[in-house]
T-cell receptor, first 110, second 111 residues
Framework: GQQVMQIPQYQHVQEGEDFTTYCNSS?????IQWYKQRPGGHPVFLIQ?????EVKKQKRLTFQFGEAKKNSSLHITATQTTDVGTYFC??????????FGTGTQLKVEL | NAGVTQTPKFQVLKTGQSMTLQCAQD?????MYWYRQDPGMGLRLIYY???????DKGEVPNGYNVSRLNKREFSLRLESAAPSQTSVYFC??????????FGPGTRLTVL
């Protein structure tokens, strides 16, 4: 089956540093959704990217979809302690089912 | 508007016991899903239901059964629990091809 890989698995940053997580697939992705899961919590939807090369911003978060639709990234500028959690990408596969990436766990130190 | 609710929040079972995890949503969504989450594995789809009256297998269906009782409710049953089923279970719902809304999860331990 399709696999969606995310790197890095873990990232430890100082507050104020930037953070990026990458989502990669060997096959073409349909639409990409990004979710955030706080420690002990449940995944919460952040955004969906649909078009090749698409870039969307939400305050300090920037989401990109690769030109070939085989990768996506989430970049956080000037991390804050509220950014702590695990970030997942998910491919919609053109239907209702999501294939989730393995996730990147972000820890932010003061 | 409670969103997606799950019961129980925590459960400890012995090997071989059975149990049903309950899930309900009040957003009038057609699609509902059951996932399991294990460390380093992300979320893996167990079963899903595209609409009332239909269910289909996901990536890891073995050892589980589901029932889409009505549009609101989607239950997951473990007939004979095994230690490999120790995990966190999430239910989710969505309108067609849209974002998924997740419940708070059930933390299951099988001894």
């Amino acid at each position: 089956g399709q696999q969606v890989m995310q790197i890095p698995q873990y990232q430890h940053v100082q507050e104020g540093e930037d953070f990026t997580t990458y989502c990669n697939s060997s096959t073409t992705l349909s639409n990409i959704q990004w979710y955030k899961q706080r420690p002990g919590g449940h995944p919460v939807f952040l955004i969906q990217l649909v078009k090749s090369g698409e870039v969307k911003k939400q305050k300090r978060l920037t989401f990109q979809f690769g030109e070939a639709k085989k990768n996506s990234s989430l970049h956080i500028t000037a991390t804050q302690t509220t950014d702590v959690g695990t970030y997942f990408c998910a491919d919609t596969g053109g239907g209702n089912k999501l294939t989730f990436g393995t996730g990147t766990q972000l820890k932010v130190e003061l | 508007n409670a969103g997606v609710t799950q019961t129980p929040k925590f459960q400890v079972l012995k090997t071989g016991q059975s149990m049903t995890l309950q899930c309900a949503q009040d957003m009038n969504h057609n699609s509902m899903y059951w996932y399991r989450q294990d460390p380093g594995m992300g979320l893996r789809l167990i079963y899903y239901s595209a609409s009332e009256g239909t269910t289909d297998k996901g990536e890891v269906p073995n050892g589980y059964n589901v029932s889409r009782l009505n549009k609101r409710e989607f239950s997951l049953r473990l007939e004979s629990a095994a230690p490999s089923q120790t995990s966190v279970y999430f239910c989710a719902s969505s309108a067609t091809r849209n974002e998924q809304f997740f419940g708070p999860g059930t933390r299951l331990t099988v001894l």
